[in-house]
């Protein structure tokens, strides 16, 4: 397992449908919140995909990760 994966298991996913936007934006679930077992979390909702959201917010709660070990070190 690679750590990437680790660190997704690590972590829950919640879908939100988006409160902001033209006439389609709350017809599908497109923000997503990931949180880590840490208390890490992001929510995006720039992107039109869940997909690119998803991979945006876990790549934040990495970038977040990383930060806290630098500071304990």
């Known amino acids: 397992m690679t750590p990437r994966e680790e660190m997704e298991a690590e972590c ?28 890490i979390s992001a929510t995006v909702d720039c992107c039109r995909s869940q997909h690119a959201n ?6 934040m709660v990495e970038l977040g990760l990383a930060v806290t070990e630098g500071q304990r070190r």
């Open 12 to 39: 829950t996913i919640e879908t939100l449908y988006r409160t902001s936007g033209g006439q389609h934006a709350g017809s599908t679930p497109t923000s997503v919140t990931v949180r880590h077992l840490s208390g």
């Open 54 to 59: 998803r991979k945006a917010a876990f790549d």
